[in-house]
């Protein structure tokens, strides 16, 4: 259950980064959302991949299955596959 939780807050974080703060930040001239997100977006991206590691030695991931779900943390709905494809 937390893994999954963690996953799709680190994925809520990264959308908004992306498609909320970064524009506003080079279009409306106001970083202010990155400021807040990124570290936010940062902390989860830790989270997750802890996680990550955490859960493929609990499940005994083979190191390509975790180097899967650690390279599916930098894509934007990545984690979300991952969490639903193990058990929380």
Not at 74 to 82: T, V
Request: proline share 7%; hydrophobic share 50%.
């Amino acid at each position: 259950m937390l893994f999954t939780t963690i996953a799709y807050l680190e994925v809520t974080s990264y959308l908004l980064l992306l498609l909320v703060a970064v524009p506003l930040k080079y279009f409306a001239n106001e970083p202010m959302g990155v400021k807040i997100l990124g570290p936010i977006h940062g902390v989860l991206f830790v989270a997750y991949c802890f996680m990550v590691i955490r859960r493929s030695n609990a499940e005994d991931w083979s190191w390509k299955q975790t180097l899967c779900g650690l390279f599916a943390g930098i894509l934007p709905l990545g984690p979300i596959r991952i969490a639903n494809k193990s058990p929380s």
